[in-house]
């Protein structure tokens, strides 16, 4: 079956530092979505990508569908401390009739001020 | 707020007992679907509901039985379940099962199987 493998698990940086976790996929996706989890909450959608090579934008996040549709990175700029929280990717595969996401693992950032 | 509410909040149960889970939805969305949260586990889809209808059952034991009498409600009954079950229950709404729409997940039930 489809799997969505994402890494980093952890990442730990300091308040201002960078971060990027990608996310690849053993089968072509007809779109991507991913997903934030603050600590004791639920997953809420930050964004969805369709198109081969797409890039979107909010605020400091980065999001980036690969041109093979098979992977896809989310980069933060400057972290700060309200970004703490998992980080997960989602995918649909191709010619799903219906919305099946398939979970990365997701990945666990803590941003130290 | 994310317009999906579950209940209970926490659940302990003991391995023969039969007890119930509660997702209700209040966005007019025509998709319902049940996540399996473990830790250091992916989220795994158990069923999808599509206007009443399932659409998906993702290899789930029959220890888990969904019920969806309507478009905003979505039940999971549970009976004689093992510790390995303990787990985050999510339920999550969608526009729609024909396309992949954006998900909104309720807060979860937090299980504990004794």
């Known amino acids: 079956g489809q799997q969505v493998m994402q890494i980093p698990q952890y990442q730990h940086v300091q308040e201002g530092e960078d971060f990027t976790t990608y996310c690849n996929s053993s089968?072509?996706?007809?779109?991507i979505q991913w997903y934030k989890q603050r600590p004791g909450g639920h997953p809420v959608f930050l964004i969805q990508l369709v198109k081969s090579g797409e890039v979107k934008k909010q605020k400091r996040l980065t999001f980036q569908f690969g041109e093979a549709k098979k992977n896809s990175s989310l980069h933060i700029t400057a972290t700060q401390t309200t970004d703490v929280g998992t980080y997960f990717c989602a995918g649909t595969a191709g010619g799903t009739s219906y919305g099946k996401l398939t979970f990365g693992q997701g990945t666990i950032l803590t941003v130290h001020p | 707020e994310t317009g999906v509410t579950q209940t209970p909040r926490h659940l302990v149960m003991g391995m023969t007992n039969k007890k119930s889970l509660k997702c209700e939805q209040h966005?007019?969305?025509?998709?319902m679907y049940w996540y399996k949260q473990s830790a250091k586990k992916p989220l795994e889809l158990m069923f999808v509901y599509s206007l009443e209808e399932r659409v998906e059952n993702n290899s789930v034991p029959s220890r888990f039985s969904p019920e969806c009498p309507n478009s905003s409600h979505l039940f999971l009954h549970l009976h004689t379940l093992q510790p390995e079950d303990s787990a985050l229950y999510l339920c999550?709404?969608?526009?729609?099962?024909?396309?992949?729409?954006?998900?909104?997940f309720g807060p979860g039930t937090r299980l504990t199987v004794t």
């Open positions: 999550a709404s969608s526009q729609d099962a024909g396309r992949p729409y954006e998900q909104y």
């Open positions: 966005l007019g969305h025509n998709a």
């Open positions: 089968t072509t996706l007809s779109n």
